[in-house]
Nanobody, 122 residues
Framework: QVQAVESGGGSVQAGGSLRLSCAAS????????MGWFRQAPGKEREFVAA????????YYADSVKGRFTASRDNARRAVYLQMNSLKPEDTAVYYC???????????????WGQGTQVTVSS
């Protein structure tokens, strides 16, 4: 199982950028396709982005495509999410988790870290 600690959130104005980090533990971290998810107040948690276990491929939710970029460093057991051109609707708590399979928008594990808050003001 992969457990994660997210960081890098903050408050920015619309159009700004943030880079989120996810420090993952678990012996098989490098074997998992990893994803970013977010949950806005009063809404269900939703898929944002995923990166393959080798870091060679990514896919994104339509709402963030062209603005967000996922990356990873398996040697550091870390996953990153570069967020540019942020919009108020990106405001949410962001989490990382393995994805159930490549192409899936579902999380692999029921365990969630504390997440990191991103707030975008207009």
């Amino acid at each position: 199982q992969v457990q994660a600690v997210e960081s890098g959130g903050g408050s920015v104005q619309a159009g700004g950028s943030l880079r989120l980090s996810c420090a993952a533990s678990g012996r098989t971290f490098s074997g998992y396709h990893m994803g970013w998810f977010r949950q806005a107040p009063g809404k269900e948690r939703e898929f944002v982005a995923a990166i393959s276990w080798k870091g060679e491929s990514t896919y994104y939710a339509d709402s963030v495509k062209g603005r967000f970029t996922a990356s990873r460093d398996n040697a550091r057991r870390a996953v990153y999410l570069q967020m540019n051109s942020l919009k108020p609707e990106d405001t949410a708590v962001y989490y990382c988790n393995a994805v159930a399979s490549w192409g899936s928008v579902r999380a692999q594990f029921n365990y969630w870290g504390q997440g990191t808050q991103v707030t975008v003001s207009s």
